[in-house]
């Protein structure tokens, strides 16, 4: 069924979406109390994403909005993965949408030639982790982030992929 789907970068039209998608996850599945105010990076995801060797990308099926993904710039050809979320009815194998996400954005780092991919996560999201995991991310501690990692309040698990460069 994948094959309905369309992974491509993210455009301003799709903001609203996004921030529906987002938040509904956060808040509702997850229980997470944060807003669309704690997250100004959602209101200016061009400007604060789509810069150096950073993206944001979005899942489509037709029209609407499934899943997100992004790579945050962090300098030093690292980038923090970001804003990783698949709405609830298209996750798993059927789908594969995670992993459509999670491979473009590794296709990108290896063409912008970063090095290592880091994110953060909850504690909540032991799915994810099950996902980073079987991705090849390592678990790592905070004191082995870069110091350019923007570490966010809720996040307590953290990962690192090195990025191997296509031949």
Known sequence: MNTLLN??????SDQEQVLQLIL?????EYHIPITK?????????????????GNFWVACDGDQVVG??????I????????KMFVQAEYRGKVWNTATLLLQKS???AQQQQVTQIY?????????????????????????????????MQVDKKFYQLSVTLDS
């Open 106 to 108: 590794i296709s990108w």
């Open 24 to 28: 509904n996850i956060q808040q509702q």
């Open 37 to 53: 105010e704690d997250q100004p990076d959602l209101l200016t995801i061009d400007s604060f994403y789509q810069q150096g060797n």
């Open 119 to 151: 994110l953060g996560t909850t504690l909540q999201f032991i799915a994810a982790h099950r996902f980073y995991e079987k991705h090849g991310f390592q678990e790592i501690e905070v004191t082995q982030l870069p110091a350019s990692f923007p570490v």
């Open 7 to 12: 992974i491509r970068e993210y455009q301003p």
């Open 75 to 82: 300098g030093n050809q690292q980038v923090a993965l970001r």
């Open 68 to 73: 997100t993904i992004a790579l945050l710039d």
